[in-house]
Nanobody
Framework: QVQLVESGGGLVQAGGSLRLSCAAS???????MGWYRRAPGKEREFVAA????????YYADSVKGRFTMSRDNAKNTVYLQMNSLKPEDTAVYLC??????????????WGQGTQVTVSS
């Protein structure tokens, strides 16, 4: 079974940057890939998504202008560049394979997540 493996999380000061990666162990046959996050005491929320075919991206309002998602189709890998990080960005970030050619697509496969902690 295909697995999604996230990496790149860590501890960073407010205003800093991190780059997350999500690598699929094989073809997901998904239409898009997404990043979600789950903060302590809060429900999981959408962060960003990108379509494999044309690179269309979608972002949550809370991260627009600060986060950028990109893809490498040949490597079955997506990235999330996070700049100007804020303490409220602290969460476990999860990668998901999304299915459905029209937005919003639905997550069908999840990674285990990577912890991002932003100190003030």
């Amino acid at each position: 079974q295909v697995q999604l493996v996230e990496s790149g999380g860590g501890l960073v000061q407010a205003g800093g940057s991190l780059r997350l990666s999500c690598a699929a162990s094989g073809p997901t046959f998904s239409n898009a890939m997404g990043w979600y996050r789950r903060a302590p005491g809060k429900e999981r929320e959408f962060v960003a998504a990108i379509f494999w075919s044309d690179g269309r991206t979608y972002y949550a309002d809370s991260v627009k202008g600060r986060f950028t998602m990109s893809r490498d189709n040949a490597k079955n890998t997506v990235y999330l560049q996070m700049n100007s990080l804020k303490p409220e960005d602290t969460a476990v970030y999860l990668c998901a394979a999304l299915y459905g050619s029209s937005w919003p697509s639905s997550p069908g496969l999840w990674g285990q997540g990577t912890q991002v902690t932003v100190s003030s």
